[in-house]
């Protein structure tokens, strides 16, 4: 019999690696600086609540503004930024590569040095404060080239150039990255946002099951691919997947509605998760396939190739959660790439996104009682809108209730027996949001300076939430209030 007097000490593991993310199409600028080619980031307008991005193929159009070519200016201000980070006490920072800066069309033979060099003094700075680097491959910057030539990811073509950029950087980064993220938030494919951000598929008659799921095997693939190459590049290496992980309830306890909520989570959590963890298609997968008139059209090799590319650990971004119903039914609010049903339980942020902090630690379980391998959440914060206020402060209170809320359910979850080896804060620097193209839709612990109507000098300001997430790093944990 087990001892049911076991005392579980509620702690975050030692080594916990706690620290902030970005992606370089958001926060990085210096678009058509140092060599770099466009991405597909550079042709997206801004937007607002009212107004959606547009995209303006082939280029950038004269007149329209383009957030995400100057964005948050890191690519002249990493050296304080990483200053910054290191004064909170980062163990670990998140960051992606910006694919066209070292591959300025993606399909070249050599790759730009000057681009290399860029991240080579990142890189080293980092570790000259012992940050730990983590690297997205790919996050939301396909080279445009590979769009308006190729079609972006319904293409098989684009595995080979995804190897070729993801071979440079094993070898060239081998004894000082250890942490390796394939794709950002490959499951978006499930949804219509994710056709032009993740696979950068242009034409919006390509905005469509067949094609998404299509782009997503090919990035499966690549995915596996790139993680049997990381492997045998340094044995060392350690490999994750990247999930916007969907937490969706059912509406109501009819069965149908607990069975469609368990179906929500097969299409948009588990069959990307699977292939990647598992390394290959659940049923449910097939069934879907069939049923929605879905062929994916596999080479021969694919099914030995998923097995053989399994990643080390699971990583998500988790922001809200949402309900969902049979009968599609009941008043409907947005989330991260989709709007679902609201949860009359919960609050939502300034953009309707509802906070949720109890489902954390239920997506966590969920995932480790799945797949037992270590998971991370890599991406969660609040969007917000902060105000400079008259002593020159920006008191974010609402964004520490969010955070310490959901570092209290993490560490719920670490004593529910989750293997969870870290936790990297979105936009820890201000940066442009990916659905909005805003600046006012503020995620950092640290502000920018920087303005929708493009006004702004790119200074940086420490927010309350800096100094809390300090005192949180410092005690592991503990300090929370
Ligand atoms: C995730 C992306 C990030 C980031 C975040 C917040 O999907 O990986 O790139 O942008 O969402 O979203 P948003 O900026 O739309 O608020």
């Known amino acids: 019999m087990q001892d049911n007097k076991i005392t579980i000490e509620k702690k975050f593991p030692e080594g916990f690696l706690w620290g902030g993310a970005t992606a370089a199409n958001q926060y990085e600028g210096g678009w058509d600086e140092g060599g770099r080619g466009p991405s597909i980031a550079d042709i997206l307008t801004g937007g607002?609540?009212?107004?959606?991005?547009?995209?303006?193929?082939?280029?950038?159009?004269?007149?329209?503004?383009?957030?995400?070519?100057?964005?948050?200016?890191?690519?002249h201000?990493?050296?304080?930024?990483?200053?910054?980070?290191?004064?909170?006490?980062?163990?670990?920072?998140?960051f992606s590569i910006s694919w066209s800066r070292i591959f300025p069309r993606g399909d070249e033979a050599q790759p730009n040095q000057e681009g290399l060099?860029?991240?080579?003094?990142?890189?080293?700075?980092?570790?000259?404060?012992?940050?730990?680097?983590?690297?997205?491959?790919?996050?939301?910057?396909?080279?445009?080239?590979l769009s308006l030539e190729f079609g972006g990811w319904k293409n098989r073509r684009l595995i080979d150039f995804y190897l070729n950029f993801a071979k440079v950087l094993f070898e060239r980064y081998k004894g000082k990255v250890k942490y390796w993220l394939t794709f950002n938030e490959i499951n978006m494919l499930t949804q219509p946002f994710g056709a032009v951000f993740c696979a950068?598929?242009?034409?919006?008659?390509?905005?469509?099951?067949?094609?998404?799921?299509?782009?997503?095997?090919?990035?499966?693939?690549?995915?596996?691919?790139?993680?049997?190459?990381?492997?045998?590049?340094?044995?060392?290496?350690?490999?994750?997947?990247?999930?916007?992980?969907?937490?969706?309830?059912?509406?109501?306890c009819r069965p149908e509605d607990v069975l469609f909520a368990q179906q929500h989570g097969q299409l948009h959590n588990s069959i990307a998760g699977d292939v990647h963890v598992r390394g290959a298609y659940?049923?449910?997968?097939?069934?879907?396939?069939?049923?929605?008139?879905?062929?994916?059209?596999?080479?021969?090799e694919d099914e030995k190739l998923l097995k053989d590319g399994t990643v080390d650990f699971f990583t998500?971004?988790?922001?809200?959660?949402?309900?969902?119903?049979?009968?599609?039914?009941?008043?409907?609010?947005?989330?991260?790439?989709?709007?679902?049903?609201?949860?009359?339980?919960?609050?939502?942020?300034?953009?309707g996104w509802q906070i949720d902090a109890l489902g954390l630690r239920y997506v966590l379980n969920q995932i480790y009682d799945r797949y037992q391998i270590p998971v991370m959440i890599v991406e969660n914060g609040l969007g917000a809108v902060d105000e400079v206020s008259s002593d020159g402060k920006i008191h974010d209170t609402y964004r520490i209730d969010y955070m310490r809320q959901h570092v209290?359910?993490?560490?719920?979850?670490?004593?529910?027996?989750?293997?969870?080896?870290?936790?990297?804060?979105?936009?820890?620097?201000?940066?442009?949001?990916?659905?909005?193209?805003?600046?006012?839709?503020?995620?950092?612990?640290?502000?920018?300076?920087?303005?929708?109507?493009?006004?702004?000098?790119?200074?940086?300001?420490?927010?309350?939430?800096?100094?809390?997430?300090?005192?949180?790093?410092?005690?592991?944990?503990e300090d929370i209030e």
């Open 200 to 252: 950068g598929m242009l034409d919006p008659e390509d905005n469509n099951e067949q094609a998404r799921f299509q782009a997503m095997h090919h990035q499966l693939v690549a995915s596996a691919l790139a993680v049997k190459m990381a492997h045998e590049t340094d044995s060392s290496y350690k490999l994750g997947c990247m999930l916007a992980y969907h937490n969706g309830y059912p509406c109501t």
């Open 282 to 300: 659940p049923g449910f997968a097939y069934r879907y396939f069939k049923e929605h008139g879905i062929t994916l059209e596999q080479a021969p």
């Open 408 to 477: 209290e359910q993490m560490k719920e979850a670490v004593c529910d027996g989750v293997d969870l080896i870290g936790y990297t804060c979105w936009g820890c620097t201000d940066l442009v949001s990916a659905s909005t193209g805003e600046m006012k839709k503020r995620y950092g612990l640290i502000y920018v300076d920087k303005h929708d109507d493009g006004s702004g000098d790119f200074g940086r300001k420490k927010k309350d939430s800096f100094y809390w997430y300090k005192r949180v790093i410092e005690s592991n944990g």
């Open 48 to 75: 607002s609540v009212d107004k959606d991005r547009r995209l303006t193929p082939p280029s950038p159009v004269k007149g329209e503004f383009y957030p995400n070519h100057e964005a948050t200016d890191f690519y």
């Open 316 to 351: 998500i971004s988790y922001y809200s959660s949402c309900c969902v119903s049979a009968a599609q039914d009941g008043e409907r609010t947005a989330g991260n790439g989709a709007e679902n049903i609201k949860n009359p339980y919960l609050q939502t942020s300034d953009w």
């Open 117 to 145: 060099q860029f991240y080579d003094q990142v890189i080293d700075e980092l570790l000259k404060y012992g940050i730990e680097p983590m690297v997205t491959i790919s996050h939301y910057e396909n080279p445009l080239y």
């Open 77 to 94: 201000h990493w050296k304080e930024d990483i200053a910054l980070f290191a004064e909170m006490g980062f163990k670990i920072y998140r």
